[in-house]
């Protein structure tokens, strides 16, 4: 704030010029997001490359002993456990968007095609449950999966899990959380494209007797892959870093990324192993992005994905 | 024949979708007026767990927490958004890349990065200087930093999608940019900046992982009261503050679809 006044005040209007206007009002801001934010995340980059001091505190002589524990070598040798956390972030991202994709397309299209009047009912009834705070949803899915519970027991009846046990802490759980926080995020996209979408294509190859899949292949898909860019982008990149449904419905055996990175700060006291793991999601988010990006200026509307 | 097969099935589908969606919650309202503290029997109706509530200093504390936090930051970032957003319309013919690269980030940053980072900073700035000790100040300036870019991006878009000529009128109309500010931009751009300020407002109400990084011992807002508690062990309590909050985002939804009735009534 107080540099950008220092301008002002000298020569009052005249001497504020272009770049004292662009000092008074994007400065403040900037400044702020750079020293409480880039600050922050440069600093916490340098701390992957430092000593894991006796108390978990970041020391200096620069290593890259954290990558080295963050691939498995420890103390006491080589173990797969960071590995698998990485690789089960991996799938469960993809499959919840897949399953989350699979879900909502059919939900685009059948609001799309809704009398007008519902349509704003329909998505505000499938966004409202989404404003609820994120512990709060998750919670509730701990009371549904507890042991003891009508789905619980159903699975136990099932053989599906030994008998007196919950369906959660469980891989299973965690997809299932996935799902259920962004599933919104992949029908708004969608139904967005749907809304837009040229029906005369899809008159077109009805009239040439195609069948329903080829007709959603050749003239539907097409039409909607900027949507589904968009909410692949929503959807992947939060569900790769997501902490909150992994840590109550996963715990420690089914951790994510973002559960082992959290543990290096709180309990585990091992800043730099947590450093460079944050490193190597962002590494997975900007990478994401960039590809999406890329495919998105490809189809030529490179403007619709929202990021 | 088939098409209204379709039509049938992704009704089914639909409303399947919607017990998905709504069932957790339903839950959770439910068992608020359980009687029994047991979360697998539905005993009988009873508002004890309510009544437990009141007495709940924590709590209360907490709730006071998150309503402070998102009234300060929203407004620092009402301000330092509404003038990012503003510099960034008036000079767009600059080259201000890294002016968008610097707003994007918190927007693509994962929470758990972007939560951690703050916290390492936080406690190697007060280990250096004593400044800066986690508590609601800490977790005001992290707000602060997610909050702006949607404010600037709210008020940037605005700007754009106003008439040019506006601003040769508003030009001619005022002699001093302070005038130009008071009796043309606030009021041209105050539907963006109620939305800024209440998107700021309900993103900090709703956040969790940044806060619970940022938090200090005093400073837990409603979110890391109710995951403290979960940790603890699941007491039917939880369910009667969810089912408040539940009912909180409720009441916003139905009054949304009633202004928007309205809205769409007058057009």
Avoid at chain 1, 124 to 149: E, H, K
Avoid at chain 2, 111 to 124: K, L, R, T, Y
Avoid at chain 2, 136 to 157: D, E, K, N, R, W
Avoid at chain 2, 186 to 209: E, H, N, Q
Wanted: a positive charge.
């Amino acid at each position: 704030m107080s540099g950008a006044r220092v301008a002002q005040a000298p020569g009052g209007r005249r001497a504020l010029g272009e770049t004292g206007h662009l000092l008074l009002t994007v400065a403040p801001g900037a400044l702020w997001l750079l020293i409480f934010l880039v600050l922050p995340g440069i600093y916490l980059m340098s701390v992957a490359f430092m000593t894991n001091g006796p108390y978990g505190q970041p020391q200096m002589p620069l290593t890259l002993d954290a990558f080295e524990r963050l691939a498995g070598y420890g103390i006491l040798g080589w173990s797969p456990a960071n590995l698998y956390t990485l690789l089960r972030s991996l799938t469960q991202t993809l499959v919840a968007t897949l399953l989350v994709v699979a879900i909502s397309y059919p939900l685009a299209y059948h609001i799309s095609t809704a009398k007008a009047r519902w349509r704003p009912v329909m998505l505000l009834a499938l966004v409202v449950p989404s404003w609820t705070n994120q512990v709060i949803r998750t919670f509730g899915w701990m009371n549904l999966l507890a042991p003891g519970t009508p789905l619980a027991g159903l699975a136990e009846s099932l053989s599906l899990i030994p008998p007196n046990m919950g369906l959660y802490p469980s891989n299973i759980a965690v997809t299932l959380g996935l799902v259920y926080n962004f599933l919104p995020f992949m029908v708004l996209p969608l139904y967005a494209a749907f809304e837009k979408l040229d029906i005369s294509q899809v008159e077109a190859a009805q009239d040439l007797y195609a069948s329903p899949l080829r007709t959603f292949w050749h003239a539907v898909f097409p039409q909607t892959l900027p949507g589904l860019l968009a909410g692949v982008v929503l959807v992947a990149i939060p569900a790769f870093g997501m902490y909150v449904v992994s840590e109550l419905l996963g715990g420690g055996k089914h951790m994510l990324l973002g559960n082992l990175v959290a543990r290096q700060f709180a309990g585990g006291a091992n800043w730099p192993l947590g450093a460079a793991g944050a490193i190597l999601m962002l590494l997975a988010t900007f990478a994401g992005l960039y590809v999406m990006r890329r495919m998105g200026r490809r189809l030529g509307g490179g403007n619709e994905v929202v990021i | 024949m088939t098409r209204h097969g379709l039509r049938r099935g992704l009704r089914v589908f639909w409303w399947l979708t919607l017990v998905f969606l709504y069932l957790p919650l339903a839950v959770v309202v439910l068992y608020s007026f359980n009687a029994s503290n047991s979360a697998a029997h539905f005993t009988g109706v009873s508002l004890r767990w309510y009544y437990r509530l009141m007495g709940n200093e924590a709590l209360l504390s907490a709730l006071g927490n998150s309503l402070l936090l998102a009234v300060v930051s929203s407004l620092i970032a009402l301000l330092l958004g509404t003038l990012i957003g503003y510099g960034m319309f008036h000079h767009r013919w600059r080259r201000l890349g890294w002016l968008v690269v610097l707003i994007y980030l918190p927007l693509v940053l994962p929470d758990i990065v972007f939560g951690i980072a703050e916290m390492a900073f936080f406690v190697q700035v007060e280990r250096l200087t004593g400044w800066l000790s986690p508590g609601l100040g800490t977790m005001i300036i992290a707000h602060v930093s997610f909050q702006i870019p949607f404010v600037a991006l709210i008020v940037y878009s605005r700007l754009v999608g106003l008439d040019p000529s506006l601003f040769e009128a508003a030009k001619d109309l005022y002699a001093s940019p302070w005038q130009r500010a008071c009796h043309f931009l606030v009021p041209t751009l105050r539907p963006a900046l109620i939305s800024g300020v209440f998107l700021s407002f309900t993103l900090s109400l709703d956040d969790f992982v940044i806060s619970f990084f940022t938090s200090g011992p005093e400073s837990a807002t409603l979110p890391i009261y109710i995951w403290g508690a979960i940790r603890k062990g699941v007491s039917p309590e939880i369910n009667a503050i969810a089912t408040l909050m539940i009912a909180a985002v409720a009441l916003v939804a139905v009054a949304s679809l009633l202004l928007g009735r309205q809205r769409a009534g007058r057009g």
